[in-house]
């Protein structure tokens, strides 16, 4: 059983040091049968004011499984952060997403051109992904 562990997790993501709530967070979604239980937790993250939680944020809703639904708004707003790194984090996620982030083909649509190769990478394979779903 996970929830003392989670317990504790859920308890580092307050903590001040940025690095303790990155390391909280992906091991929170590590956790099988918890997806409805971290995705607000992690989706709340995709605001924190460090870089490095967002990015993981992010990447850790892959995790999650179909709760991760739920966190398509918050990862939608990250394809306009000012870090190159966050734009390919969620746009990697919505792709995972697939017909859950179809409400994001037009944003991802438009990084195409993103300055960014990472980003314009996660975008191109995030889009082909949600556009295979919608064919099948």
């Not at 918050?74 to 409400?103: F, N, W």
Request: proline share 3%.
């Amino acid at each position: 059983d996970a929830s003392p562990a989670a317990k504790g997790l859920l308890k580092l993501l307050d903590d001040p040091s940025a690095f303790a709530r990155v390391n909280a967070a992906a091991a929170l979604s590590t956790f099988e049968g918890h997806g409805e239980a971290i995705t607000p937790v992690l989706t709340s993250l995709l605001s924190d004011d460090d870089v490095n939680v967002r990015i993981t944020a992010a990447t850790s809703l892959r995790n999650v499984g179909p709760a991760g639904r739920e966190a398509v708004a918050g990862l939608k707003r990250l394809l306009e952060d000012t870090d190159a790194r966050v734009r390919a984090a969620a746009a990697t996620t919505l792709g995972e997403l697939r017909t859950h982030a179809t409400s994001t083909l037009a944003t991802l649509k438009t990084l195409r051109d993103d300055e960014d190769e990472q980003v314009r990478s996660a975008v191109t394979r995030a889009i082909n992904l949600i556009d295979e779903t919608k064919r099948n």
